[in-house]
């Protein structure tokens, strides 16, 4: 059972940026997608960003150009920096590991991200 725990949320003012880590309680190299997920209060969970083990990622419209996901194999975590906040980016961001090998999703707990100023 992979744990996943994700950090560096807060508090941050309209167009300030925040760093999420989330780091494995194992090896994520090969065979796995991490994706962070975010929801907002009275919304569905939706997709933010995703990076595969070779590195390819993409993004959700709606942060292109503001948000990089980024993966350090080495230290077992995933990266996801959030530049030019805006309030509608408020939610709680999740990490999620999927091997795509076993076809097995892995969650972390969350971590809330509020943009206000």
């Known amino acids: 059972q992979v744990q996943l725990m994700e950090s560096g949320g807060g508090l941050v003012q309209p167009g300030g940026s925040l760093r999420l880590s989330c780091a494995a309680s194992e090896r994520i190299v090969n065979d796995n997608v991490m994706r962070w997920y975010r929801q907002a209060p009275g919304k569905q969970r939706e997709l933010v960003a995703a990076?595969?083990?070779?590195?390819?990622?993409n993004y959700a419209d709606s942060v292109k150009g503001r948000f990089t996901i980024s993966r350090d194999n080495a230290k077992n975590t995933v990266y996801l920096q959030m530049n030019s906040l805006k309030p509608e980016d408020t939610a709680v961001y999740y990490c999620n590991l999927l091997n795509t090998v076993r076809i097995i999703h892995y969650w972390g707990q969350g971590t809330q991200v509020t943009v206000s100023s």
């Open positions: 990076i595969s083990s070779s590195g390819v990622t």
